[in-house]
């Protein structure tokens, strides 16, 4: 059975930081891309990260470029997402999903989400 399971989220101060986890199961991260998407109520899912099979090919949004670093650990079966710099633009539920082809590629084409985290900053 395939699983995903994102934890880390939380209140943080503008400015702040948090690091998001995404424990997935049920298959290998040396098949499937990983990417984190955030949500807001009335708005579409948005990419904001994704890693590859190979760890070194990732992709951010310009949105969050510089202030996130997305990075796995394979023996572990585990996908972090760190977030720095947290500004009022980034609160949302933030979701792990995995694609088996290809890479950071529309929601619609992923084979399997998390549940999601909510992530939310304030002063």
């Known amino acids: 059975q395939v699983t995903l399971v994102e934890s880390g989220g939380g209140l943080v101060q503008p400015g702040g930081s948090l690091t998001l986890s995404c424990a997935v199961s049920?298959?290998?991260?040396?098949?499937?891309?990983i990417s984190w998407y955030r949500q807001v109520p009335g708005k579409e899912r948005e990419g904001v990260s994704c890693i590859s099979v190979i760890e070194t090919v990732q992709y951010y949004a310009d949105s969050v470029k510089g202030r996130f670093t997305i990075s796995k650990a394979k023996a572990r079966n585990m996908v972090y997402l760190q977030m720095n710099d947290l500004e009022p633009e980034d609160p949302a539920i933030y979701y792990c999903?995995?694609?088996?082809?290809?890479?950071?590629?529309?929601?619609?084409?992923?084979?399997?989400w998390g549940q999601g985290t909510q992530v939310t900053v304030s002063s």
């Open positions: 999903a995995a694609l088996n082809v290809g890479t950071w590629s529309r929601a619609t084409d992923y084979d399997y």
């Open positions: 049920g298959f290998t991260l040396d098949d499937y891309s």
